[in-house]
């Protein structure tokens, strides 16, 4: 069976194309996305379009899709975000499809197989959401986890590691990847126990004008799309 793992696309609709495209080459059984739709980037409506369309999606929501709703419900924590953050939800907020709406309201916290064999989290298994484990995070508070394989999103950083039984798999980022300017995904034969992490390069520059298009005040959201590979 052939998994592709992928996550933290956050509104960048050029990127994920782009690694859409590739990803239905490898013609996988299933498709796991670990979260963040939305945050930094503007095309979140188009992403969940495309993302209805496939089949035998799994998805799980990341910390920036919780906030997104949040700020849904009450528009005063609008203001803290978009100073840390710039203007993705404000934009969202004023442009939200129903569809799209429904879509982030029936994100799952986490996801298990059936058979126990594998789960996914945006975060971490201790912490959902918010997690954070990092290429070099130490696994220790994991090594009695008996899943075989566990999916991981959020820290924009792709890893492959194994910590006791469990192999801890995160795809990195399609949309904001943060060791370099090519996004990634994963592509996992579960039944040979073999991952390869796919790199793309795709046009930044389209998405830096669309920050420029909107006068965002963060020059980071354009930096970091120009990041060179650490």
């Avoid at 404000?90 to 994100?107: A, K, P, V």
């Avoid at 058979?115 to 484990?133: C, Q």
């Avoid at 592509?187 to 830096?208: A, K, W």
Wanted: glycine content about 6%; proline content about 3%.
């Amino acid at each position: 069976m052939k998994l592709i793992a992928f996550s933290d696309i956050h509104g960048n609709y050029v990127a994920f194309l782009k690694a859409l495209k590739l990803m239905k080459k490898e013609s996988p059984d299933i498709y796991l996305f670990c979260g963040d739709i939305c945050g930094y980037y503007y095309q979140q409506n188009e992403i969940i379009e495309e993302l209805l369309e496939l089949n035998n999606l799994i998805s799980v929501m990341g910390n920036h899709d919780q906030l997104f709703l949040d700020c849904y419900t009450d528009r005063r924590l609008l203001v803290d975000y978009t100073q840390k953050y710039g203007r993705s939800f404000e934009i969202l907020l004023d442009n939200i499809t129903d569809q799209s709406l429904s879509f982030l309201r029936e994100g799952s916290l986490f996801w298990e197989s059936e058979d126990g064999f594998s789960a996914a989290f945006h975060g971490s298994p201790s912490l959902y959401l918010n997690g954070y484990v990092y290429p070099d995070t130490p696994l220790d508070e994991f090594m009695n986890s008996n899943y075989r394989y566990v999916f991981l999103g959020h820290t924009h950083y792709p890893m492959d590691r194994v910590s006791g039984m469990t192999r801890f798999i995160n795809p990195g980022s399609i949309g904001q990847p943060r060791d370099c300017n090519e996004g990634s995904f994963a592509v996992v034969d579960l039944i040979r126990d073999h991952i390869e992490i796919i790199r793309f390069e795709y046009d930044t520059d389209s998405v830096i004008n669309q920050v420029k298009a909107v006068k965002e005040k963060h020059s980071y959201l354009e930096q970091v799309l120009l990041r060179s590979r650490v």
